[in-house]
């Protein structure tokens, strides 16, 4: 598809895991990141993988990555409430601009 | 600061009046970003800015827009005779300019076309 993909809407409760998907255009981007939106805040990096890793993991974060699939997922251990925000995945198509899907947005309920 | 900053944070306007946009990067990245994010949209690329070279214009929607960065400071983005379609918030980001460095994003502006 000519889109990054993501499912706009994910409700967890408190402990919980939460895997936000993501599906990606172009199998040759280098790089794929995960960015969290905070209300009335900018972008922040999460996280990020190159494209030669499987999965990467980074405390309560782990990344998987797909190639044949271009599937991208983003696992959150022990959600909290302060995670719940607007996640961006996007890909670094090689020209130093990133290609951002819609967001999906994590509510996390006590 | 020690971030991106932009300004104004939010700018209410008139259809058909001219806006601009600043962008503060944190000092040293040579490369800047310009995208746009409707409600409910994903982000979409504007405008590109590395070094000396010429910017990356391609994701600008009309002539209308158009973006000046001073050296490596400095950027605002101009939309001339605005319309309605163009309210969305206004994102900055900065990095230091290389393929796979963390771009870091300002707070954006949220732009009302009425």
């Known amino acids: 598809g000519e889109d990054v993909e993501q499912s706009l809407f994910l409700s967890v409760r408190e402990g919980d895991s939460s895997v936000i998907n993501c599906t990606y255009t172009d199998s040759s981007s280098t790089y794929l990141y995960w960015y969290k939106q905070e209300p009335g805040a900018g972008l922040q990096l999460l996280t990020y993988?190159?494209?030669?890793?499987d999965m990467k993991q980074d405390q309560r974060l782990t990344v998987l990555l797909n190639k044949k699939d271009k599937h991208l997922s983003l696992r959150i251990a022990d959600t909290q409430t302060g995670d719940s925000a607007i996640y961006f995945c996007a890909e670094d198509k090689g020209y130093s601009t990133l290609t951002f899907g819609k967001g999906t947005m994590l509510l996390v309920s006590p | 600061g020690a971030g991106v900053s932009q300004s104004p944070s939010n700018k209410v306007t008139e259809k058909g009046k001219d806006v601009e946009l600043r962008c503060d990067p944190i000092?040293?990245?040579?490369?800047l970003y310009w995208y746009r994010q409707r409600l409910g949209q994903g982000l979409e690329f504007l405008i590109y800015f590395q070094g000396n070279s010429a910017p990356d214009k391609s994701g600008l929607p009309s002539d209308r827009f158009s973006a000046e960065r001073t050296g490596e400071s400095v950027s605002t983005l101009t939309i001339q005779r605005t319309q309605q379609e163009d309210s969305a918030v206004y994102l900055c980001a900065s990095s230091v300019g290389l393929a796979g460095n963390e771009q870091f994003f300002g707070p954006g502006t949220r732009l009302t076309v009425l």
């Open positions: 993988i190159f494209s030669n890793m």
């Open positions: 000092s040293g990245h040579t490369a």
